[in-house]
């Protein structure tokens, strides 16, 4: 499923797909996986991406469960 | 650059060439064997020996690590993927150092009437190819480190790396050299040296293409992604210059075969023998260029597919055209060049009546032929006109080289008035070939604009 929330963060952040990436230190492809949701990120990467965009982790990668 | 994705991924690929380069090592351990009536020594398989061992170290490594770990979690994935780091190199030093070894220790260059570098080669020609595809496969390059950089630090990297290759390439040349002149080695330098030199530059050639065909893909998707389409991918001009070229050596090499044939008693028969050995290779390397014809006919479709989406269904059947085209011509140059000379020799003993309808087959395709070939750049002129490319008429000047190199020698005599055609054949091939170039290099470098940026869903 589509990350928007983070595509949606980092846009409002002003970075291109290239900065987020290299401020974290990963490839381009791997920010454009996990925008696209063909990525499962680890934690520890969760949370860089959370620290570059001032986000939390509920606002980037919390689902809610629908069944709930 | 410390992806944890990519670290990941290449740890699958390094484990499925690992697997593979064990299969192989084996079956050509086991080929020779049957060739040689006994099993091989170092000196007559000392690469596969060496490339043996080591992978399948590896893999017995790897499954040690896999029982070690009661549930796979990160830390079993860290050391699977250092184990097949550290044994991937190696395997690649130990391959090269035991070739090496094998062709200075060698007193012939053909083991059992096979090439000594044939193993080596094919060894790095595959690594090359699965690498490339597995790589493809888990969404990674192949130049993954360098793939992102600016263009000019990207063509700089690969230079080195290029550099590299060659140098690993003059110093085995070298080590050939002092050991030759301590009179260690039988004496056979410059054959050995050429061996070395021919696997290096098979090696560059194939790095180079790979890194140009990446760089390539990588910008054409970065561009999608912001908005701004490629109509049709830049490898499709980076094929048609790698085929374009070779058909311009084919033209005009068999140009002076066939005058050859005409003069053959003013020429050696050495010459002769020469330009017979020529000619077959590169009718065989026309079999090779099919496939790279196949991959430029499917690169065209999935860049059209991308920029113009709309039109699945015609560029489905423009594809299946181009294909089919080549699909003939592959019929027509396997029955020249395998299944036409037998049946002359055969025609001594039977009646030429019996081959009357294959022969009357073979001019009915050659005609299907000739009018594919004016076929296909008509339909793309139709295809590209009606969505008001300025490029399209450039098309039918295409056509109209075609029908010149195609008519005007029927009515040049060949035999009478060789240099004329001769002539003829240089200036139309070379004319075809550098419109081919200008043409593919207007339509790789045409842009398709198209949003493709879905809803954002603004966090507060």
Redesign the interface.
């Known amino acids: 499923m589509?990350n928007?929330?983070m595509?949606?963060?980092r846009?409002?952040k002003g970075y291109s797909?290239?900065t987020l990436?290299k401020r974290i230190?990963?490839?381009?492809?791997?920010i454009?996986?996990i925008e696209q949701g063909?990525?499962n990120?680890?934690l520890?990467?969760c949370l860089l991406i959370c620290h570059q965009l001032d986000?939390t982790l509920n606002?980037l990668f919390w689902e809610e469960n629908s069944n709930e | 650059m410390n992806d944890e994705r990519i670290d990941a991924k290449l740890s699958i690929i390094k484990k499925r060439i690992t697997i593979l380069w064990t299969i192989i090592a084996m079956l050509s351990i086991a080929f020779k064997w049957l060739l040689i009536g006994h099993f091989p020594n170092f000196s007559e398989a000392g690469a596969e020996f060496g490339v043996f061992i080591f992978s399948f170290i590896a893999i017995i490594n790897h499954l040690i690590v896999g029982f070690s770990y009661e549930t796979p979690d990160e830390r079993m994935e860290k050391s699977i993927h250092n184990l097949y780091k550290s044994f991937f190199i190696l395997t690649i030093v130990i391959a090269l150092a035991s070739y090496l070894w094998q062709i200075v220790h060698s007193q012939n260059n053909l083991i059992t009437g096979l090439p000594i570098n044939l193993y080596i080669n094919l060894f790095f020609s595959l690594t090359f190819l699965f690498y490339y595809i597995y790589a493809r496969r888990q969404g990674i390059y192949f130049n993954y480190r360098i793939i992102e950089k600016t263009t000019k630090a990207f063509i700089k990297s690969v230079f080195l790396n290029i550099i590299s290759i060659l140098s690993v390439g003059v110093l085995s040349a070298l080590l050939v050299i002092s050991l030759d002149a301590l009179q260690y080695i039988p004496h056979q330098e410059i054959a050995t040296i050429v061996i070395i030199f021919l696997s290096c530059f098979i090696i560059v050639f194939e790095y180079l293409f790979l890194s140009i065909y990446e760089r390539n893909h990588a910008t054409e998707a970065l561009n999608h992604e912001n908005g701004k389409t490629v109509l049709i991918s830049r490898n499709a001009f980076l094929l048609t210059v790698m085929i374009g070229l070779f058909n311009l050596v084919f033209t005009v090499f068999n140009s002076h075969y066939y005058a050859s044939l005409i003069d053959y008693q003013d020429l050696s028969g050495l010459t002769i023998n020469v330009m017979h050995s020529i000619h077959l290779l590169l009718i065989y390397a026309n079999f090779d260029f099919s496939f790279l014809k196949i991959l430029f006919i499917i690169i065209v479709f999935l860049s059209l597919k991308r920029s113009h989406p709309e039109d699945k269904k015609i560029l489905k059947m423009i594809s299946f055209l181009q294909l089919f085209f080549v699909f003939l011509f592959f019929i027509q140059l396997f029955y020249m060049t395998f299944i036409h000379p037998l049946l002359f020799l055969r025609l001594s003993q039977q009646s030429t009546d019996a081959i009357q309808p294959l022969l009357q087959m073979v001019t009915i395709v050659s005609f299907v032929i000739v009018i594919l070939s004016f076929s296909v750049p008509l339909v793309l002129f139709f295809y590209f006109s009606k969505r008001k490319y300025s490029f399209a008429p450039l098309f039918l000047v295409q056509i109209g080289l075609s029908i010149i190199s195609i008519v005007v020698p029927v009515f040049i005599n060949r035999t009478l008035h060789i240099n004329l055609y001769m002539i003829f054949i240089y200036v139309s091939s070379i004319l075809y070939f550098s419109f081919t170039i200008i043409l593919w290099n207007r339509v790789t470098k045409t842009y398709r604009y198209i949003m493709n940026e879905p809803e954002l869903i603004i966090i507060k």
């Not at chain 1, 230190?25 to 791997?30: D, K, L, P, Y």
């Open positions: 589509t928007l929330k595509k949606s963060s846009v409002a797909q290239e990436a230190g990963v490839s381009r492809q791997t454009i996986l063909q990525y990120p680890s520890n990467l986000k606002d």
